[in-house]
């Protein structure tokens, strides 16, 4: 079993809408972090959030952190097809642990 | 941000022999390095812990003998994947751990290593 889960699995949208991801666990982490992966390159890391309740913006991207630091989401507004990738979320349980990756999901944005 | 590099990008080889990957940090000294493994369309998978100075530790059902692992310095970590098969064709990724903050630790990937056996 996952120990983090990311939906949807697949998401292929048109350019200029928004869109939510969301990546949920039951335990609690200390600390969480999102990556961008595009294909063939390594994940590049957008984010780290360790408060909950967080909320944090990159440009167009609004990423909060659940206020019982189980769950964090995602929000893309006005989707371009630069974003279009793998987005992975990684938690760590405690200090010092190793971040434990989700499944991802897919995003594909077409122009 | 940090940079970390991995070389070869691409590797194809022969069953049966060996092949070694190294990850580098070039701008901060990692005392801990992660090597990861991402097969086609699925998300990371962690094989092993490598820390310098001293032995790896590997995850539940990575074989350390067929994967070895040395970190030898606190910027260079190598993967050996030995008398390598068909199977163990995936992408390998390697990152290293900078300790930003008591919790905001970050961890810096490489670009990946893509091995196909044949």
């Known amino acids: ?111 | 941000g940090a940079v970390v590099s991995q070389h070869p990008s691409w590797v194809i080889c022969k069953s049966g022999t060996s092949v070694k990957i190294e990850c580098r940090s070039l701008d901060f000294q990692a005392t801990t390095m992660f090597w990861y493994r991402q097969f086609p369309k699925q998300s990371l998978m962690l094989m092993a812990t490598s820390n310098e100075g001293s032995k790896a530790t590997y995850e539940q059902g990575v074989e350390k003998d067929k994967f070895l692992i040395n970190h030898a310095s606190l910027t260079l970590s190598t993967l050996t994947v030995t008398s390598a098969h068909p199977e163990d064709s995936s992408f390998y990724i390697c990152s290293a751990r900078l300790s930003a903050s008591r919790f905001g630790e970050t961890q810096y990937f490489g670009p990946g290593t893509r091995l196909l056996v044949l």
Request: glycine share 10%; aromatic share 10%; net charge neutral.
């Open chain 1, 1 to 111: 079993t996952q120990l983090l889960e990311q939906s949807p699995q697949f998401l292929s949208i048109q350019e200029g809408e928004n869109l939510t991801v969301y990546c949920n666990s039951s335990s609690v982490f200390s600390s969480l972090q999102w990556y961008r992966q595009e294909p063939g390159e390594g994940p590049v890391l957008l984010v780290t959030v360790v408060t909950g309740g967080e909320v944090k913006k990159l440009k167009r991207l609004t990423f909060q952190f659940g206020d019982a630091r189980k769950d964090s989401s995602l929000h893309i507004t006005a989707a371009q097809p630069g974003d279009t990738g793998l987005y992975l979320c990684a938690g760590a349980r405690n200090y010092g642990q190793n971040f434990v990756f989700g499944p991802g999901t897919r995003l594909s944005v077409l122009p």
